[in-house]
């Protein structure tokens, strides 16, 4: 079955400091890979995501995220960030667009950032 | 634009009451999902369904039912709503298993 571990609950940066959250799923095939971000009070909201080809996946919001199968992990990075950052962040793996697909979430990091 | 709709943002029901959570997709997916998001529990998928009249449970489907009828439309059912059911509900469609979020519904049993 697949699984989604974000080992970090709680990250805080400061505005401009460079950004890494962390994500290890479980899954025997390749799998599509996503980041997703809440901010305070809103819906979920698309980064980024890997289904296949270049490891190095480019997001909006400055972010980007890299695929390294022998660690089975897609972690999240930004160079610097900024206040408008702080949300949570989730993590989630799908076994592949077949039709009966289902996708399954971590248990999310909220970011803060210190001014 | 993909469009979900969750019908309502804020419920207050009662325990023991039947409670019906309806979310709408305007895009033709054929893949819907429920999930409930707790703090610190993350996301966790009740139910999903990949065609009308098909659904398949997820990790915790315990006190939950649902119902596809239409390709739009995907219900929740809390047969007999209790106070621990008292969560965030986030409907979403897929598509290449993309998904795309309802705003959610804050449902309190009281």
């Known amino acids: 079955a697949q699984s989604v571990t974000q080992p970090d609950i709680h990250i805080t940066v400061s505005e401009g400091a460079s950004l890494e959250l962390r994500c290890n799923y479980s899954y025997g095939a390749t799998p599509y890979l996503f980041w997703y971000v809440q901010s305070p009070g809103q819906g979920l909201q698309l980064l980024l995501k890997?289904?296949?080809?270049?490891?190095l996946v480019q997001g909006i919001k400055g972010f980007e995220a890299e695929f390294k199968r022998s660690q089975s992990s897609f972690n999240l990075r930004k160079p610097s960030v900024h206040w408008s950052d702080a949300a949570e962040y989730f993590c989630a793996v799908a076994s592949g667009g077949n039709r009966d697909d289902k996708i399954i979430f971590g248990k999310g990091t909220r970011l803060h950032i210190l001014p | 634009d993909v469009k979900v709709t969750q019908s309502s943002r804020y419920l207050v029901k009662r325990t023991g009451e039947k409670v019906f959570l309806e979310c709408v997709q305007d895009m033709d997916h054929e893949n819907m999902f429920w999930y409930r998001q707790d703090p610190g529990l993350g996301l966790r998928l009740i139910y999903f369904?990949?065609?009308?009249?098909?659904?398949e449970k997820g990790d915790i489907p315990e006190g939950y039912s649902v119902s596809r009828e239409k390709k739009e439309r995907f219900s929740l059912i809390l047969e007999s709503a209790s106070t621990n059911q008292t969560s965030m509900y986030l409907c979403?469609?897929?598509?290449?298993?993309?998904?795309?979020f309802g705003q959610g519904t804050r449902l309190t049993v009281v």
């Open positions: 979403a469609s897929s598509f290449l298993a993309e998904a795309f």
């Open positions: 890997y289904f296949s080809g270049d490891t």
């Open positions: 369904s990949y065609d009308v009249k098909m659904k």
